[in-house]
């Protein structure tokens, strides 16, 4: 018989039970917004009391950073997974741009929450800070790398162009998808991230 030590046993109900309150502060924070929600309602809808809360996570400002910082290293994983991006920069950047949006499209939980995040950017900019440093800032510095890493590309300003390459693809993102913008000024994914594609491997040929 394989008896699991006790501090085992208490270690995975304590994963476990972080990982039920930030399911339930997640369905909080897209039904309620930040200022709307609770650590009262996050409890409820987590299953827990309201000490098991607070055992895990001292404010709701530290919920929410946790929440964040978790769901970016999740996005940035499924992205750009753990090993450096490589490969001819033609193939690799019409990829990356397509995997980016598809990404962005079809995870309406990412969806709905970037809205809350923008939402609350006004009254809590130190929220959506913890947003840009844990997703948007390592995407730009590995995009950044690997475009420094191919001088064949003769790019002067390898972090300008890669902000130029992630900014573009979130504005059409933004102004197709959030702000219903489609049916105003239609284009296909396909041909914009082309576009960006040529625009950077052009220089090289």
Same mark, same amino acid.
């Given at each position: 018989?394989?008896?699991?030590?006790?501090?085992?046993v208490?270690?995975?109900?304590?994963?476990?039970?972080?990982?039920?309150?930030?399911?339930?502060?997640?369905?909080?924070?897209?039904?309620n917004?930040?200022?709307?929600?609770?650590?009262?309602?996050?409890?409820?809808?987590?299953?827990?009391?309201?000490?098991?809360?607070?055992s895990?996570?001292?404010?709701?400002?530290?919920?929410?950073?946790?929440?964040?910082?978790?769901?970016?290293?999740?996005?940035?994983?499924?992205?750009?997974?753990?090993?450096?991006?490589?490969?001819?920069?033609?193939?690799?950047?019409?990829?990356?741009?397509?995997?980016?949006?598809?990404?962005?499209?079809?995870?309406?939980?990412?969806?709905?929450?970037?809205?809350?995040?923008?939402?609350?950017?006004?009254?809590f +900019? %130190? /929220?959506?800070?913890?947003?840009?440093? $844990?997703?948007?800032k390592?995407? *730009?510095? @590995? =995009?950044?790398?690997?475009?420094?890493a191919? +001088? %064949? /590309?003769?790019?002067?300003?390898?972090? $300008?162009?890669?902000?130029?390459? *992630?900014? @573009? =693809?979130v504005?059409?993102?933004?102004?197709?998808d959030?702000?219903?913008?489609?049916?105003?000024?239609?284009?296909?994914?396909?041909?914009l991230?082309?576009?960006?594609?040529?625009?950077?491997?052009?220089?090289?040929?």
């Amino acid at each position: 018989m394989v008896r699991i030590k006790t501090d085992e046993v208490a270690r995975d109900n304590s994963v476990d039970k972080v990982e039920q309150i930030l399911q339930g502060a997640m369905q909080e924070f897209l039904q309620n917004g930040y200022a709307g929600t609770s650590m009262d309602r996050v409890a409820v809808a987590a299953g827990v009391s309201k000490a098991t809360v607070y055992s895990h996570f001292q404010d709701k400002e530290g919920l929410f950073k946790v929440l964040i910082e978790n769901l970016a290293h999740q996005k940035f994983n499924s992205l750009l997974g753990t090993e450096p991006m490589e490969g001819e920069p033609k193939i690799v950047l019409r990829q990356f741009g397509t995997k980016l949006l598809e990404q962005m499209n079809n995870d309406q939980e990412h969806f709905a929450f970037w809205r809350v995040l923008i939402g609350e950017s006004g009254r809590f +900019p %130190e /929220l959506t800070q913890i947003c840009v440093r $844990a997703m948007i800032k390592p995407t *730009l510095e @590995t =995009l950044n790398q690997y475009l420094a890493a191919h +001088p %064949e /590309l003769n790019i002067t300003d390898p972090e $300008a162009t890669a902000r130029i390459f *992630l900014g @573009t =693809l979130v504005d059409f993102h933004v102004t197709q998808d959030v702000m219903h913008g489609k049916d105003i000024i239609p284009m296909e994914s396909d041909r914009l991230i082309d576009a960006l594609t040529h625009l950077i491997t052009n220089c090289a040929d």
